[in-house]
């Protein structure tokens, strides 16, 4: 009896596992390969090229002279360690805010509230970037509807003390670090809720109970339990809020004081300044920050638990 | 003798669910105990709030004579061995052990030296340093009864502990359990669903149904003499009869439990013994279980009755499938029950 074409194929396929797997993995294969890993060793290439300084155009021979540039000039360090002091406080402060609300979600909401937080979590992010960055600008301008605020409550003489505050502060919070840090705290503390929800969503209740059941106190079996069992999820998040902040260069740009981050240096280094390796150098530098920071969270048994 | 656990009028409302109703129970110190019961019966709740994980609608819970009702899980002196193990997953096998020594403040090399005597006692110290999830179902059990021993508790909780387990290493750890109670000589209290294993380890079994006690007994009473139609049916599969079928048999409403070794099916030419109780049907199913096979037969009122029958009896002339039968039973075997 003959067979129809669809099943022969069928069959020659399922006689021939590898060759089915390869079939369906090519086409994204190609797509991450050529597309993700291929531009991003285009621009690590780029980044070991350097400009000529007299006819300013690229010279397509290896060498080291714009690391040279990079690390040699005090400004560059500085850019990178402000935007590095950036990006470690907001993780911190987004894993602070991120925890118990991720601990809430995944343990104690009814379905009904979790929905309500998932949406609430991700509502924000369902609106237009910009719009967000340019309205906090108003929310945190002198006249704005925060000061209002902070005034209503009889605290303006705390607000007024902080922004007092050498390097933090600023005649206002829009043009303050003081208010590009709440602007990264707020974009991208969903970041670091859902991967943390996530984990705690994994581990079982019972390893709480058996923890007060051996005599632990709830300080105890947070610090022996759920912190160690959280943690790949909080790397998770905070590899989001660590590398979002290191890469932006708009809410530096639209808000706070007028020192520059690495984004802004690779935004203007790329376009009107027109030294792509020197852009591309300051690109790789999150991308080290990031391996460093991956590997000491290892170190520290931050994927044990996975 | 102040009873290791008392429980006095305890009942726990879900919304208007009763998952347990007005049960009151006192377990005596060194006392094997095991709550029998389907799931949804109450059993896993009232351990839980024997282990404070859960606080009673009504009523007080006492450990050692001493109110704990309001007292949280790591202030009681009680251990839980989970269903699930309940392992620690970041940890090994001899910190999971040595947890309860750890979080009550014993140094690091006095508690591992314990972890080690306590892995001796349950035959694991050769994988003190393995992960949980490098282990078998079998050993993280006995990790989990490791963990709990460790702290010498005055009760030992078990919840459905080898539920996970297959048929041969359940009956392995069934008299593993039951000697090292025996050992140590603490108050275990043990739930399962399985009426073999309760009846099998326990000294006591309470029987539970939809949020209450049924029967508490020593296994030999609960088998041999049920109160009512559930604890019959579950814990020895007797038959029950009641209604007509009764009437006709004993001449009396009043329903009783009939278990199914004590049923002889004879063929229709055999005359029953004398002073035999008796009634007829038709053989309708054989279900075989190697020492013996179970037949089931449908009597003239519809009601299906078993019968255990050995399987040294003598094949020739026995009953066919689908034929009609008598079964015929002693006077003595029958056990009248409460009626509902």
């Known amino acids: ?306 | 003798m102040t009873p290791a656990i008392q429980l006095a009028g305890v009942s726990r409302l879900f919304g208007a669910v009763r998952a347990l109703d007005d049960v009151s129970l006192s377990i005596a110190p060194g006392e094997f105990f095991a709550l029998l019961g389907p799931s949804g019966s109450g059993k896993t709740t009232c351990l839980r709030l024997i282990a404070g994980f859960d606080r009673p609608t009504q009523g007080k819970v006492l450990l050692d004579g001493e109110d704990v009702t309001d007292i949280p899980p790591f202030d009681r002196s009680v251990n839980t061995v989970f269903q699930d193990y309940a392992l620690f997953p970041h940890m090994s096998v001899a910190e999971n052990v040595a947890y309860g020594p750890r979080v009550r403040g014993v140094a690091a090399p006095e508690r591992h030296r314990r972890a080690l005597e306590v892995l001796e006692l349950v035959r694991l110290r050769a994988l003190a340093d393995r992960a949980p999830s490098q282990l078998s179902g079998g050993q993280k059990q006995r990790v989990a009864l490791a963990r709990a021993l460790i702290n010498e508790p005055k009760v030992l909780l078990l919840d459905e502990p080898l539920g996970a387990l297959d048929l041969r290493l359940r009956e392995e750890m069934q008299l593993e359990l039951k000697a090292i109670q025996q050992k140590i000589g603490i108050t275990f209290v043990y739930v399962t669903h399985d009426q073999s294993e309760a009846l099998s380890m326990a000294d006591r079994v309470a029987v539970f149904c939809d949020g209450r006690v049924e029967q508490l007994d020593s296994p030999r009473d609960l088998y041999m003499r049920p109160r009512t139609a559930f604890v019959a049916r579950f814990v020895g599969s007797a038959n029950v009869i009641e209604g007509e079928l009764a009437q006709r048999i004993t001449g009396e409403p009043r329903p009783f439990a009939i278990r199914p070794e004590a049923i002889e099916v004879l063929a229709m030419t055999e005359p029953p013994p004398a002073g035999a109780l008796s009634c007829e049907g038709v053989l309708e199913d054989i279900h075989y279980h190697g020492a013996t096979s179970r037949w089931h037969v449908r009597t003239n009122t519809g009601a299906v009755l078993s019968a255990v029958r050995p399987e040294s009896a003598p094949v020739d002339g026995a009953p066919v499938h689908g034929s009609r039968v008598r079964l015929a039973w002693s006077r003595d075997s029958l056990v009248p029950l409460a009626e509902r």
């Open chain 1, 1 to 306: 009896m003959p067979q129809p074409a669809s099943r022969t194929f069928a069959s020659f396929l399922y006689g021939r596992r590898g060759f089915y797997l390869s079939l369906l993995l090519l086409p994204p294969l190609l797509w991450l390969g050529t597309v993700y890993l291929g531009s991003l060793f285009a621009l690590l290439v780029q980044s070991f090229y350097a400009i000529d300084e007299f006819t300013a155009r690229i010279v397509p021979k290896l060498t080291l002279a714009t690391y040279r540039q990079l690390v040699s000039h005090p400004a560059n360090v500085d850019i990178i360690l402000r935007t590095l002091a950036m990006a470690v406080a907001v993780t911190l402060t987004a894993a602070v805010i991120a925890f118990p609300i991720a601990n809430y979600m995944a343990r104690y909401a009814t379905p009904r509230m979790k929905a309500f937080f998932y949406v609430g979590v991700m509502l924000p992010m369902w609106t237009s970037y910009l719009v967000k960055v340019y309205a906090w600008r108003l929310v945190l301008a002198k006249q704005g509807i925060l000061f209002w605020f902070v005034d209503q409550l009889g605290l303006a003489p705390v607000l007024d003390t902080a922004l007092a505050t050498p390097v933090i502060g600023g005649p206002s919070l829009a043009s303050s670090y003081l208010g590009m840090f709440i602007v990264f705290v707020y974009m991208w503390l969903p970041f670091m809720i859902l991967p943390l929800t996530a984990a705690f969503e994994r581990v079982p209740v019972s390893l709480l109970q058996a923890s007060a059941d051996l005599g632990a106190r709830p300080r105890q079996t947070f610090r022996n339990v759920v912190l160690p069992l959280a943690l790949p999820g909080l790397a998770a998040g905070s590899v989001f809020t660590f590398s979002l902040t290191l890469g932006d260069y708009i809410i530096p740009s639209v808000v706070g004081a007028p020192g520059y981050f690495i984004g802004m240096m690779v935004y203007q280094q790329q376009g009107t300044a027109g030294n792509l390796p020197l852009a591309a150098a300051f690109s790789v530098v999150p991308i080290i920050l990031i391996a460093i920071y991956l590997s000491l969270a290892k170190r520290l048994g931050a994927f044990d638990a996975l």
